[in-house]
């Protein structure tokens, strides 16, 4: 049994943050209504497609139901409340004040069902001076202090890219699938009254708090954190190298255990041995020398061959993963990482295990059904759950 | 009220992860005991110190109790198995294996609390032939996916830099702390036995679990995704861009109607009127003509003057925020999400707002204390909680 089964949530949502935050809930057992107008939510156009079904969103919707409606016209909206007034939370990522303005606010649906938690997932949050922005994740990776940092110092000729996903409607995402289920649990702890609270989550808050201790740092002296590249400013060795095949290599070898046997591994003994090299401080001071020594090893041979030969020394490293080298790992076949699943609009697809292990559940068994095609649930939840004929 | 008060949390965590989990759990309200060797959690050895005590670890500590205990010694383990006894949940990220080895593995802690929810955090996970592999955030990043994407194509001279935080550990510390309120809830719904969950989290899991759709795109046609910089291959114009200041500016302009204003916004009329740039599929096959345009434009102005005029032109866009830039900005100060706190150990710092709100309490008030001394609640916890004479 899945922890979160008796859980229902209504997602009035669209892209990712919104309907990630479902899906994760979805992967631990709870009901999730995903209501979305007659076109269906807009993240179904992006990504490739196959037999003319978006790829992504096989993953994306998920052990969801989908159901559409017209938020705007008085049936719909009579749906939503009704929906919302069976759930035990909602979760929507329109702009602030959408809801409100076509008659779906939280007083509304409180008065449904004062037991309804509501989670409100948007670019800046509920209030201040940029709530009204649209929301985009780049700039939420921008302003919450993220893309400064994902850089290599001293290259101008390119830009820091991003880190290769929308990480800040992930994170967003995640703390709205967090928070919804902390407000059910103090909700329905013994002795509560037992009222629906609403969240606000947003996507530079979420970055923000990712920011270590950068912050308090900047307050005491007024110093404000670099872009350190591969490496890690405080720790050395620890890189990114490149190999004779073009591949990169990374490397954690910066305990004072590792940092030897490393050393040994690359032919410079006389490096594990010298004073200059004792500790992480001092090997901080020479981090240059080292990161040199170490490249001119790699440069030799392949990513895998490097990797390989510091593995037998039990150096902590990894060629830098692509989805074939994932598919191919047999931790990744071991674990049960990568599920084959029978998806009935786009045959048979892979897709990534839930992200959390719930003993006596294995991951195929959590991912129930892949995403359903728009409106497929209409009947199941307007007849059968509400009652009432579609 | 806080949606977590109520529930109790002992925490066997150290570096980044598992504290982390523990720390949005205690932001939420948990009563979260954090366990320490006599020597304190290595990491607060980590980054800069003020009075002698790490800034970090004033945010990364906050809202815990700390105590100490020898894990290996009898007494150590009878006070653990007793703070687990009255516990709601255990957080722990020692290598797997480590717990049972020194007597304390599930079966101990659920034979004394068998509603006791245990969540543990690891690099690869508790089973697979990676799992007795030591962990290290690099190397989760490098296995999940996330590396191989971070980066220029085509800049062979700098390695894929971080993304500029401990992300790995940061996402697995979210799951589990995701996990542990789903396990509470369930195990509490009404009607249930109320067994305590046994949850598994990985480094390399919750990096792979944002790989959007390159996994079952993989799997359809074979195609691996490839890194794309700052841009986002299947959207245009969206990239960072290079100012006169040597800082650069990240914009969204790839949906139609901001790209017409973008185009006008910076003295190119034509090009939003040219039907070659009339949708998003379209300016995708000419993205070099626009990234250059908009380049073109940017290098004539500062960052900050670049922003001033997308912004009144409505064009999402944003200088890449430091820690200033963070602190200074009228959004974050109405938003409260930089919080002047007066720590015993440190003086006044500032803390980040938790990433998520709850109505009814403001962000100051969920930061109820900094981090404490090691074992400052030694006294606290062994005399009065569990009741013996410490």
């Given amino acids: 049994m899945l922890p979160l089964e008796g859980l229902k949530v209504v997602e009035l949502g669209h892209y990712i943050a919104g309907p990630f935050a479902t899906r994760l809930l979805a992967d631990m057992g709870a009901e999730v209504i995903k209501v979305e107008p007659p076109e269906g939510d807009p993240i179904r156009g992006w990504g490739s497609t196959h037999n003319g079904h978006p790829v992504w969103f096989s993953i994306h919707g998920r052990n969801k139901m989908s159901v559409t409606l017209d938020l705007k016209s008085p049936e719909g909206r009579a749906r939503v409340i009704a929906l919302c007034a069976r759930a035990d939370a909602l979760v929507e990522n329109f702009r602030p004040g959408y809801l409100e303005r076509i008659g779906l606010g939280p007083l509304v649906l409180q008065a449904a069902n004062p037991r309804l938690v509501i989670a409100r997932v948007s670019g800046y949050g509920q209030d201040g001076p940029y709530r009204d922005k649209p929301a985009f994740g780049a700039i939420g990776e921008a302003m919450g202090g993220l893309r400064h940092l994902t850089a290599n110092p001293g290259q101008a000729e390119f830009p820091p890219p991003r880190c290769g996903v929308s990480i800040s409607d992930d994170l967003a995402g995640m703390y709205a699938a967090m928070a919804v289920v902390s407000a059910c649990w103090g909700r329905d702890r013994k002795g509560e009254a037992g009222r629906g609270r609403i969240v606000d989550l947003d996507l530079v808050s979420s970055v923000f708090s990712l920011m270590e201790g950068m912050l308090p740092e900047y307050g005491l002296t007024g110093a404000i954190r670099q872009p350190a590249g591969a490496a890690i400013p405080t720790a050395a060795p620890t890189n990114t190298y490149p190999c004779g095949d073009g591949k990169w290599l990374c490397v954690a070898g910066n305990s004072d255990l590792i940092f030897g046997r490393l050393m040994r591994a690359i032919g410079r003994p006389e490096l594990a041995a010298d004073p200059r090299m004792v500790n992480n401080t001092s090997r901080c001071l020479h981090v240059g020398e ?40 047999p931790h990744f076949q071991a674990r049960e990482m990568v599920i084959p699943v029978q998806d009935p609009l786009l045959g048979p697809v892979l897709h990534p295990a839930p992200p959390f292990r719930f003993d006596g559940v294995t991951p195929p068994e959590m991912v129930r059904w892949t995403a359903p095609a728009i409106g497929a649930h209409n009947e199941h939840v307007f007849g059968t759950l509400l009652g009432d004929a579609a």
Avoid: N, Y
Avoid at 302 to 321: G, T, W, Y
């Fill in 290 to 329: 080292l990161d040199g020594a170490i490249a001119d090893w790699t440069r030799t041979l392949s990513a895998k061959d490097a990797q390989a030969v510091l593995e037998a020394a039990e150096v902590p490293c990894s060629r830098l993963f692509d989805m074939r080298d994932c598919v191919e790992d």
